[in-house]
């Protein structure tokens, strides 16, 4: 029993560095709703505006109409992000009976709160 005290101290002094050296959050000095900001826009691009309209246009590659999302391969849409491809969600799903995989569409997109929602979309002739 003599030799395991050199063992517990050991753990001990182990689990208190641990602990001391655990990243702590930063206290907050307002409430999470305060502290609310716009997402910032990627490199080159300004924050993007709540509820603003941004035109774009691209090609669509995917459509997903069971859970509301369409995915466009598109070009630069000024003032709220470089060109990529990437999802879009609806919030009315008949916007995407309005095109189909392949086809070049103009389309418009808002900033909301929970992401950018896709609200009109045209086939370009």
Request: hydrophobic fraction near 40%.
């Amino acid at each position: 029993m003599r030799r395991a005290w050199p063992i517990h101290l050991a753990a001990a002094v182990l689990a208190t560095v641990s602990l001391c050296c655990q990243k702590q959050p930063a206290p907050r000095s307002e409430p999470p709703a305060a502290q609310a900001t716009p997402p910032a826009g990627p490199a080159g691009f300004p924050p993007a505006v709540m509820n603003k309209q941004y035109p774009g246009t691209g090609v669509v590659v995917l459509i997903n109409r069971k859970e509301g999302w369409i995915e466009i391969n598109h070009e630069d849409i000024k003032d709220l992000m470089p060109a990529m491809q990437m999802e879009f969600n609806v919030k009315d799903k008949t916007l995407l009976d309005r095109a189909a995989v392949g086809d070049r569409v103009d389309f418009t997109v808002i900033e909301t709160p929970q992401g950018e929602y896709l609200i009109d979309l045209k086939k370009k002739q």
